[in-house]
């Protein structure tokens, strides 16, 4: 919605400490998301103001987070496989298996 434009940095270390705080979490209960990517973040709410520099610019209101997608999420105490990311997300060398 903003032309691919990215957020300002203070709006970036507030997703940020809410998405590290989310995985310290789920590690402290022992779970491993395995799938942690920008698709698995979500905005709480999606309402938005404009920038007063750039009224095509939007600002969301509110800055709240979730982490979404546990679908494979693991136990870090079970077994998993040792390929656990998305495969459009995985490394070369994960896929050539180097």
């Known amino acids: 919605m903003n032309d691919y434009r990215g957020f300002t940095l203070a709006l970036v270390k507030k997703f940020a400490l809410q998405l590290l705080t989310a995985v310290s979490f789920l590690h402290a209960n022992g779970l491993i998301h ?17 920038s007063s520099n ?3 610019y939007r600002i969301p209101i509110l800055t709240d987070i979730r982490l979404i997608d546990f679908g494979g999420a693991t136990f870090s105490k079970d077994h998993h496989a040792s390929i656990i990311a998305t495969r459009q997300y995985r490394a070369p ?6």
């Open 34 to 50: 395995t799938d942690l990517k920008l698709e698995n973040i979500l905005l709480v709410d999606g309402s938005y103001t404009y």
């Open 54 to 56: 750039d009224n095509s």
């Open 93 to 98: 060398e994960v896929v050539l298996g180097w």
